[in-house]
Nanobody
């Protein structure tokens, strides 16, 4: 069974930085995609940044230039360096890993962490 454990969340003032980590364990193939998502109160969960196993990345426009996603494949760990944080970045941040066939509704293998709270005060 695959497990994802996030860490690094907390309370920070606007303009500050945090670094989130997501440690993955279990049977995960070398070819996969990992991503950070967030969900603010009353809003839908959204993709923040994604990274494929070969390092290709993508970001939501609102975090471009401020957040950096990275991964250490040898440690099965993903990171999110968050700089210049804004109050609107406040949310629960989740990590996700998925791979396999996509049947237009879901991936064959798709796992989520429990989430870590990030709160940015103004």
């Amino acid at each position: 069974q695959v497990q994802l454990v996030e860490s690094g969340g907390g309370l920070v003032q606007a303009g500050g930085s945090l670094r989130l980590s997501c440690a993955a364990s279990g049977s995960i193939p070398s070819i996969n995609v990992m991503g950070w998502y967030r969900q603010a109160p009353g809003k839908q969960r959204e993709l923040v940044a994604g990274i494929a196993s070969r390092g290709v990345t993508n970001y939501v426009d609102s975090v471009k230039g401020r957040f950096i996603i990275s991964r250490d494949n040898a440690k099965n760990t993903m990171y999110l360096q968050m700089n210049s944080l804004k109050p609107e970045d406040t949310a629960v941040y989740y990590c996700r890993v998925y791979w396999g066939r996509y049947d237009y509704t879901q991936y064959e293998y798709d796992y989520w962490g429990q989430g870590t709270q990030v709160t940015v005060s103004s």
